[in-house]
């Protein structure tokens, strides 16, 4: 499945974006789908998932309460509302298919690929 990330852009804190994660080639109703962000200097991180029938979320710690992820199977697309940003949601970020739990998610490369990502910057 290929994935692209979009929706992301610069804004001051406490701002929100919304980003977008469209799905072509394949369906993605049968798949769960990760949210993952990398900023300058640091590892790569899981920050949400939705399983396929949308039940089943994940976030990290760090984004609880100011993130929240959905999908639209109809149109192929997962989001991820991101409320109450600050300069440490500033990264590049990512959605692929998942391996999505009620404590983690991890990237499913045997479905999709990293892309190219999103950039979010976030102001002090």
């Known amino acids: 499945v290929q994935l692209q990330a979009s929706g992301g852009g610069f804004v001051q804190a406490g701002g929100s974006l919304r980003l977008s994660c469209v799905a072509s080639?394949?369906?993605?109703?049968?798949?769960?789908v990760g949210w993952f962000r990398q900023a300058p200097g640091r590892e790569r991180e899981g920050v949400s998932c939705?399983?396929?029938?949308?039940?089943?979320?994940y976030y990290v710690d760090s984004v609880k309460g100011r993130f929240s992820i959905s999908r639209d199977n109809d149109e192929n697309t997962v989001y991820l509302r991101m409320n109450g940003l600050k300069p440490e949601d500033t990264a590049v970020y990512y959605c692929?298919?998942?391996?999505?739990?009620?404590?983690?998610?991890?990237?499913?490369?045997?479905?999709?690929?990293w892309g190219q990502g999103t950039q979010v910057t976030v102001s002090s």
């Open positions: 692929l298919t998942a391996r999505c739990t009620y404590y983690s998610v991890e990237p499913n490369l045997r479905s999709s690929s």
């Open positions: 080639g394949s369906s993605l109703n049968s798949y769960s």
């Open positions: 939705i399983s396929s029938s949308g039940i089943r979320t």
